[in-house]
């Protein structure tokens, strides 16, 4: 049996509550309290059909997964009545899909992309508002966002000349694993708003190019089906939200060991949704695209809270906000034999800590600006870390993430200690835009910034990007043009 | 008997000087000299309806209460002739009026508002100009004003990740009354302006958030007025302007200690107006804007200056500009159990001296900026202070305002020792744009950046808000879009 | 008998050189060579009518002065054929004296003149295109003139509160002389070219409100002239460039001592004309708004360079360049009683040799940036002197102009042990604006900004205003707008 | 006989590749691999005209030096049919020739340039695109460019007053030649690009002005060439990019020698291609504008990158990346008689180096920022130079190259140690936009601006230039108005 559109419209309140995804019905209703974006964003969409905001952030698996088979009602009776989404394909395409598609067909050749700023350009082009809305938006008023990238133009190098560079070799070891470049693609998630495969993308031309990818716990694929597009060899970390029930986070970490990831990145700078306005303004600024005519105010009860419906808010809310050192390191050094790193360190003193503490690395991170508004930026944190306790580089791995965007902030951070840099938006961008082949772009654009930098500034291997070699000035640089 | 407009025309002198409030008449001659905004103001409108001018900033007992009733004529012969006030409405309305009109209409559901700065947007397109041009002046070229919020912007984090944050309490005491949040309304005038509710807006929002309204000496509601639109149990402070006439000041203060506000506010730094221009040009604007023709230069006498008639000059003729720390604190002290704040203390000497004088609190200030321009922002003399005087802080409560706009400023000057900070003008414009559902939104998002920053720095409770999570960079990051 | 303009175009060459001004012939072959302007520029109006050019920038007595009568030839025939200058004002009008006629008609009336900003913006508004670029001209760049501006900005107040401030006085002495405020009128040229009263107007204006004008040697009207309109018990100081010879040098300064100025300000930041190329591109911009076409390069021996045709270097080619402590100083006080002030030091160094040298008074200046580009601001070098040389201050009177736009900047230079400030500028503007009544405004707008200033300070006289007010801080503040 | 383009056309792959040069054919096939260009830009214009890319970026002897006389094919048949060349010539001009052509027509006359700002602002409007952008073009976002000239700008003078400065010479010695300024010229290549003489402008003027060339090794015209157009008593210095093959390199150098030249300027900034993207995508510009429709985006193998293919990227492929200061400092003292110079030293440690090296000068340069992107400031570098180690000054010439732009930037230099200071693009500029004339020119406002400088700064000679007449501020200033 099948159901039609006009048995599932009434089940369209908390107490009963069913949606239509990829044409199959399911009752979300007691589903609802443990949705971790919570039961607002399910209740938006009840009774109806909810596949073209469902599908984007969420695994293929997720459905299996969460929902007991019992609530797996059957398929849509698509034959009788047209669904709503079938409607939405005969209907004309809304003017951001059209914006999008025309912008497609205009996208310059690779051959003339020089830089992660053009590939930025064409992302920023060729996306749905909604993706780069995700993408691009930081906490509040993007200040530390802006900061982690302005923070790289006040470190100049003292090059040295005269030194043998015909040779010249810029790839590193991370936790022991081999990496082309100092590089690797930092956790981002939801790749799929940008491009239909997503992360997988990324993990096709990171395999190519051998370097190493950490896999968001909220990307869009799920983390086996990354796992299976790896080539055989390839290295994958994985990116974890502890989910406050132990339990189920010990799960979690065994099944990503049995699939074969290298490495856990614990995040410890996203315990609670931050406040990214372009992500929450982005739903609203369609709905005004599309109807022409934006909603004004009227006296009385005020209508529920934007913030919260963002994208951005719906993936983390059973995280474990309780974490600590005495408590969260142990136990996950319990459950896994993996390396642990902390992403998200942010001040010298917990990189002390961290060091006590035993993990393997610590990624200095403030999640590109995405959640504490004024958290330092990381090169920032690098330098004084770099200057008044050098003794922790030869005690853990130490990465940093936020505001590389060119072969030469790369070579700043390896002079200062860090053994690689993680890269999230210029990864979503590249392939956003180009999809693979965007990726692929984008590594040979590191490379050869790379090994230009490193052969002008005198250094053949990445041992030679020693303290010396920058300076951190007291003057603001002049901004590069998009800044 | 009632008076025609034909009587009372011919009174427009200083000898003679009637004027028209809510159809009627009172000779104001005598009281000319008196007025705390000079004569010239009165006597613009001698022999004429001055409702218009008179009724957003005086208080409804202020006739009563400062003219003697032989001076109260007896009402305006509304039947005979229109009264002016009369004829005015019948005509049409003036082009600030039509603006701001449909502007109202226009208004963003406050769903859709996301930060004081979204409320102070709304405001600036909906408000009077008088109101809008009243609120945002500064002194001078409005550098203090625009530096205090700057100031903030030096300040990042250094936070601290693994500690145990699902608990999260920002309430404080101030001055032992329990807040919700370190925050409290900081005494700002003529709230009327923009909103016929004015200041009761925020009393009532301020009292159902449970967070503490410091009420200005200039409100354009009385001070009773305003204690009875409190809840029974709700806290409120009150500003002074201290008379120069001791006695009157006396009676003052025992008025509002009997009034039950719980604190007096004594303002230091404005004993003479300051030089604002946007709010002196804001009539010749309108003028401007209604005629089309502004006036031309003519050769002879120099008509009377522009400074003086704006509306700022207005309100603190009469105040005492001899006060001085042996004088008027131990007289303050004398007439008064109330806890005495000094609000306007401006530096770090002074901070020191007003603990010695033994004042229970001091609040950093320089009035917005709209008093001594090139004062040092708040925020940079109280990490002065910590630095050089961590003593003082148990010694006396520190407050601050000037330029707080995000939560995470809030917390800024938490870290650094204040107990609670003030904000002036965001309430101003969240009632001028919304009434008490403004200022309710205002609270409420404040509430929710200070929880998310605080839990994000890895604190729970104010205490948990120390020097060490704040530093001070020696760059000056990118500004906020506004400014 | 009258000359005809036949008779007089012949005598266009350097041999033998005729001009026309106000209807008089003169035959200036000989003076070629003496003319402090060079010869090229009388050249260029050889054997035609120069009143034009020659009126606003000469004294009227200079031919009388200058030229033997030998060479004063007559009267033009102006019955005969109507000359030059009556063809012209037959003519129509230059497109820039139509723009002034406009704007002067349009000026706002003095009420609404709110700041010395306001005033410099009618001024730039209403004077002909010459004036301004004579007068807002810099050198090169222009960044010593904007940065001497901008060194205020970096100077904050540490204001105090309680002091009695209701009597305030900002008076001072100086060199022995009472001035209404610490406020002189500095040196600035050619205050006709905006103005047909010019320099006229600033010592009325000056003289009613009791404060010093130091005249300029290069003024469009003469010592005497000057001296003549101001009042009897009037202060004026002398503007000196020295002439190279010393005997013609100690005539000048006696003719001054004789006409009743009171001191000489000694200019030695000014040896050779510097670059200021918006004053030397002034006349090719008038020319190529009258045809509308610019000319254009043609290959060929290059036509006269454009260096120098300047008004600017029209003034001081006689000057002396070879001036030093050793010999000039003692020189100069063995020809005058009069106090000698050292005009245009720019570094500490200097002001200890003035020192040593036993002058009365410097006034650290870099010639409102007119001279030598990167001269450090004033108010730096006034900064470093107090910090590094306190004991100066006691040994001579300190001035500084360059920059002084506000009330606060006078207070800031007197904190740091300035005795007063000078403002050249400013007066030209404000005279081109509104002749003498905007000096007038001009003054009052000081004199209200200085006192509000020094109250909300909590100073009541100049001896109240000391270093420890002010603070150098380590950030730069945003702009004021027109910066 | 002569070749038909039906003969020729065929011959267009790396296996059997010819190509015309003015109007004669050359086997290329062969030397494909030699090229310092690559082999990719050949193949572009394999089996046809070359001669439009060929000719302004090589000298005319490179064809009989580089490719072997049989290689030399034989004459194009142009009576049979048109070659391309001529055809092309018969055809409309391309819209960047138009629009060069139009804009030569309107260039103000010299007479009207004041400043070297001046001049290159009139070569960016008559130079074609593609010389505009090798020139003006720099690394990544070009802020060691800008950086470079903005460094001046924290430099201020510390005026000395009544000093003699009636006499003043400008005049140094370089290398122990006299040079009428302490300027020269830096190497800069391929002047033709944007005047048919090119570096001849250059040479010509210098010459008769009396300062120093050094000339490049990428000139479009070859040294011999150079030397030729060169007064007999002329100085020329040689700037060495040297060959991998250190008998190629030897012989290069005594080739130098024999002609005339006077010192080797090694540099060891450029040991690789750096990334200016403003050259790379000059060509593209200009097919867009000539076709009005850029190429879009096609799935499928990415076609060759554009790096590689810029301008710049073509000279330099053979250069020797393993220079050392063991190896390459003696060798080439072993080769030549004539001073050395390390063109291109970055950092405090390398002047040592060199010092302890024996070369005869450095050249703080850091390659007019098209090299290392984020390599400190020269500005910078000779600063740091002067204060840790003011010893080394004694033991070599210093001079100084990027930014340089006012004849203050010459001065500040000077006083810090430098003996003269290079420029660059400003000479390219100046020749592309006037020819010699243009040269000329800017000498003489260099000169003037120097002189003028001096005086105003109490200097007489270059000896008089002492670091304490310059300090380094501790503000960035505002910007030169088109940074």
Known sequence: MAWTLAQIEPHS????????????????????AEHPGGAAIILKYAGRDATQVYEPIHPKDTLQKHLPSSKHLGPLDVTATSTLAQARDSQQKTKDELRVEAAKGNRPPLSRILSLADLEAVAKATIPHKAWSYYSSASDDEISFRENERAFSRFFFRARVLRAVSWCDPSTT???????????????ALAKLAHPLGELNITRASGAASIIQMVSSNSSFSAPEIAAAALPSQVLFFQLYKHRNDAIAAQRVRDIENLGYKAIFLTVDAVVPSNRERDIRSPWELEDIETGVPPVYEEGPEAQDGSGLGTAGALIMNDDRDMTWEKTIPWLRSVTRLPIVLKGVQCVEDALLAAQAGVDGILLSNHGGRQLEYALPPMEVLYRLRKDHPEVFSKLEVYLDGGVRRGTDIIKALCLGAKAVGLGRPFLYAQGAYGEAGVTKLIRILEREMTTGMRLL??????DLTPDLVERVDWQPQLRSKL
């Open 13 to 32: 309140t908390p107490s009963s509550c069913w949606v239509i995804i990829q044409n199959h019905v399911y009752d979300v209703t007691e589903f609802l």
């Open 458 to 463: 005198g250094a053949s291997t990445t041992h």
């Open 174 to 188: 991370i936790l022991g694993y081999k990496s082309s470049l100092p590089v690797f693609v930092s956790g981002a």
